[in-house]
């Protein structure tokens, strides 16, 4: 009996070992914190519904949000937001079997020694759903998961466009 459990144990490690070996070998790494120019930023306009989210990862990559432009390294305005729902498919007897989501945001930048700002970025995020009045109250949980799953998207991106951005420090 105790021999089993020996190889049994052998083979779970080898399976980790070889499992481990893969994932390293892919390339696979963990995501980072974004490698932005700044340490503080002023964000002002629309409140939109992924402001939490976004404050959020500014606080998780280091970066301060401030209360007012003087203090601020960076400044980003919230334009607004769109999300959108269309159908995607008919069954023969007319029923919606298929949706798309859509979700836009749009913001732009300025560094505060300068009057100008950016051109206004549009970030972009979609997801299909099947449909089904059976499960109307399935689908509406799902629906919810995936609006949250491109507010997330629009987050991350939004995190990247700003790493492409050198600002001098003051």
């Not at 974004?34 to 939490?52: C, T």
């Amino acid at each position: 009996m105790k021999k089993h459990v020996m190889q049994y144990t052998s083979f779970k490690l080898i399976c980790l070992f070889l499992l481990s070996t893969t994932i390293a070998a892919c390339g696979f790494q963990l995501r980072g914190v974004a490698n932005l120019s700044f340490k503080s930023v002023f964000v002002q306009g629309s409140i939109l519904s992924i402001s939490r989210e976004l404050n959020q990862s500014f606080k998780t990559n280091g970066i301060q949000v401030v209360n007012s432009t003087e203090d601020a390294e960076l400044l980003i305005e919230m334009l607004n937001e769109n999300n959108e729902k269309r159908i995607l498919s008919l069954s023969g007897g007319g029923v919606v079997r298929e949706y798309e989501l859509n979700y836009r945001v749009s913001f732009r930048t300025r560094d505060p020694a300068s009057e100008t700002w950016s051109a206004p970025q549009t970030v972009q995020a979609r997801r299909d759903f099947s449909y089904n009045d059976n499960a109307l109250l399935g689908k509406l949980d799902e629906e919810n998961k995936l609006n949250a799953d491109m507010r997330s998207d629009a987050v991350r991106e939004i995190m990247r466009r700003l790493s492409a951005i050198k600002v001098t420090p003051k």
